[in-house]
Structures are given as C-alpha cells and as structure tokens.
C-alpha cells in the first residue's frame, strides 16, 4: 500500500518520515515500483544481516545503478560488497591481512594534519562551508595516502571516483554522465595497473600490503588489488564526507547537544555513534532471497530482491529509547550503519577515526559554531548515500 520512491529526491531529502510509517504499518512490504521487498524494523534487519538465506548478489538496477555505465574491469571482476561465501570469505581474509586495526591507527598523525591544515585555513575567514572546505576534501587524501598514492594525484582520484558514483546512483544519470562514469571506471583501473607496476610486494603502504596479503599459496590477483582499490576509494569516499556534513548539520540542528560536546571532546566518540545512527549517510543495503524466508510473519519468495533499510531500524523505538531524539551521549548504541555480519563495512575504523579528528580538532579550534544566517540544509545524493549538500558554518576562532 506504501507508494514508496526510493528514487524521488523528495524522499532522499526526507525518508524519516516514510521509514516510521513502514515500521508501524507494514515492516516488511513488497514495493511494486521498486520491484523489492523493503524491509523496515531493527530486530528484522539485524537478524536478515546474518542469515544466510540472504545473498549479497543482487540486481543493479534495484540499487539505482544505472545499466547504461561500462564498469570496465570493476564490472567483471567481483569484489567484497556483492560476492558470497566462499569467494567472500577468501576476498575478505586477503584482505583484512593488509588492511589491519594498525594500518588505520597508523594513518592517525596523517589525518591530524590534513585536518588542521584544512581548518587553519578557513579558520580566519570566520565562515565556511564545511563539505567543500573540509569533508568533500579529506577522505581521499586519506585513503590515497593509506594506498600510498602521491598526494598530488588527490584531486584527480575525486574526480574520477565522483564520475563513478553517477553509476550507483542510477535513472537521473544523463548520456554524458553515463559516458563519464563509464570513462571513469576505464582509466581507475589503468592508473591502478601502473601503480602496481612500480611496486613489489611489501609493508609500505597498503597497495604493498595488499600485494603481499597471502594465506597458503593464495594471494590477490593483479586484477582483484586493481578492484579492491577501487572499490575503497567508492565505498569510503562520499561515505565518510556524508558522515562528517551530516553530523555537523545535526550538531548545528541541536545547539543543546553542541554545547554539551564544548563542555565535554571526550564525548565525541559516543556523539559520531549517535551521528551514524541519526544521520548515518548509508540508509539502505540489498540482498537477494535464495529460500523463502519469513520475516515478521511475511513470507519472502526465493529469488526475490529484498532492501534492509538500515537507516529505518536506526531510528526503530523498540531498540533505541526516544529514537527520535538525537543524543550525543547515547549508550548503548548498537546501530547498524556500517551494516553487521560478514560484510560489515571494512572501513568502519577509519571513517570513525577520520569523523573523531575532525570533531575533535573543530571544536578545539573555534568557541562558537553556528549555521549561516541564509542557509538551510539541502539533502541530496541517494539512499545509498545521503547527505546534506552544503554545511555553511560562522565561527568565532579560540
Ligand atoms: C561513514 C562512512 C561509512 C559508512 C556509513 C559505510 C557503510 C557501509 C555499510 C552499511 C556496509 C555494508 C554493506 C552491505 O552489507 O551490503 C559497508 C561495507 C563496506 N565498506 Fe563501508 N562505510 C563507510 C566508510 C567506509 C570506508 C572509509 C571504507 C574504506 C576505506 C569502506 C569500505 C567498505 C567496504 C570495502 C565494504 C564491503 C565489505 C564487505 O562486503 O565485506 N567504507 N560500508
């Protein structure tokens, strides 16, 4: 009965309110417009995330992605996000060896820097914008770094990886935007066969790692490094930049809970738990039925699509007291926004590393922060990837 789009922009810019109606009035529905099955309530969603009737393979176009795009060698050869056991646990443990807690904490002094330079330099004009000066910017200095790929090429990677998105983000795509992304997915996996050519197996940075990643005789394919780099810098671009502006507009949103964190940095890795699960840029993942599953008293058919709105269960009141009200101090709080299970996102720690810093330093450097006078929130992007388009913040400097 729900006529939900998750398409529509004017569901992208709003789907809380859709999200409650389906938690309260059909938790698990079939969507005849989206052609799934959507899938609503917390205690739902976390128990289809780790079971195994659920694969991870899905049809493209219930993502939004759009059919029109040539993904080149990032199209055939399959990477972690829609891959299943046994090739997903192989692909997985490869790469968790180079890919470890120690590289991300090592990368900590890095991502102070980037941070505060990027600060510092906006610092003196008393107003910025956020996304553009800070969040658009940081995650792929951080994760090329990470890769070990000049500093200098940044901006490069940004933009083919923005190109890329227009994939993922399906019907509204144009010609040019589909040629684009299709040039795009063409000349990542090019730059990445070179980076690789330069390289032997090592500890250096994680192309090294990734080449060196081994269990027994097995070990990546030139192929598969060339993916899974390509894959990281997708999965953990407009992610973490959506985390970081989502977070600051809701702190904005909530002058209460702001100065509270003032009073008190060493709440902020509890208040970027509370960003993710308000806020988190991530709303929904797809899987496809391979038995018939009952979920909350519906039958879902074998073969069909099936949509965990995580973004929903984050905000379901039979999990999180006052759902609805975003706390910075809340705990427990066992969101899923970086999803759960075997595919729970590999970059987990990073983004929350790199969103912790940027809070961090933010409040260290200024002793206000308030919305600009003209500018009211714009969400834009996808369910796949939700976030305000602009965050334009007045401060006033330490
Ligand atoms: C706030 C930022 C981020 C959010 C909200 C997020 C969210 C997610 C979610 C929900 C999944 C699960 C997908 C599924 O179950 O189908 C996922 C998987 C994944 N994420 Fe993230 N992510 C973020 C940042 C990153 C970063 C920084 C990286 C890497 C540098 C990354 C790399 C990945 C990869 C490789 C997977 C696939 C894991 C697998 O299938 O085994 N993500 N992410």
Known sequence: VLDFDPFSSDVVADPYGW?????????????????????????????AFHDDRLSARHNVRQMGATEGVDLGLFGRVP?????????????????????????????????????????????????????????????????????????????????WTD????????????????AAASEAASLLADYFRDALKGRSAGTADLLERLMAAAEGDDALSNDEIVTTSILLLIAGNETTTGLMANGTQTLLDHPVELERLFADPTLVPLAVDEMLRFVGPVQMVLRTARQDIGLSGTTIPAGDGVALMIASANRDEEQ????????????????????????????????RLEVQIAMTTMLEKFTRIESAEDSAPVWGGSLQARRVTGVRCVVTRR
């Not at 698990?28 to 989206?34: A, G, P, T």
């Not at 190109?163 to 589909?178: D, H, K, N, P």
């Not at 007291?321 to 970059?347: M, V």
Request: hydrophobic share 45%; with cysteine; aromatic share 8%.
């Open 79 to 159: 990477t972690l996000p829609s891959t299943d056991p046994p090739l997903h646990t192989r692909l997985r443990r490869l790469i968790n060896r180079a890919f470890t807690p120690s590289a991300v904490e090592a990368l900590l002094p890095r991502i102070e820097a980037a941070v505060d330079a990027m600060f510092e330099r906006v610092a003196e004009h008393g107003e910025f914008d956020v996304v553009r000066d800070v969040a658009g910017a940081l995650p792929i200095v951080v994760i090329g770094g990470m890769l070990g790929l000049p500093l200098a090429d940044a901006r490069q990677l940004k933009e």
């Open 19 to 47: 999200y409650e109606k389906m938690r309260t009035e059909e938790p698990v529905h079939w969507s005849d417009r989206w052609g799934v099955w959507v899938v609503a309530r917390y205690a739902d969603v976390r128990f």
């Open 320 to 351: 999180f007291p006052a759902a609805s009200n975003f706390r910075i101090d809340r705990s427990p709080n066992d969101h899923l926004a970086f999803g759960l299970a075997r595919h729970f996102c590999l970059g987990a720690p990073l983004a």
């Open 163 to 178: 190109a890329l998105m227009v994939a993922f983000e399906g019907g509204r795509a144009s010609t040019e935007q589909q």
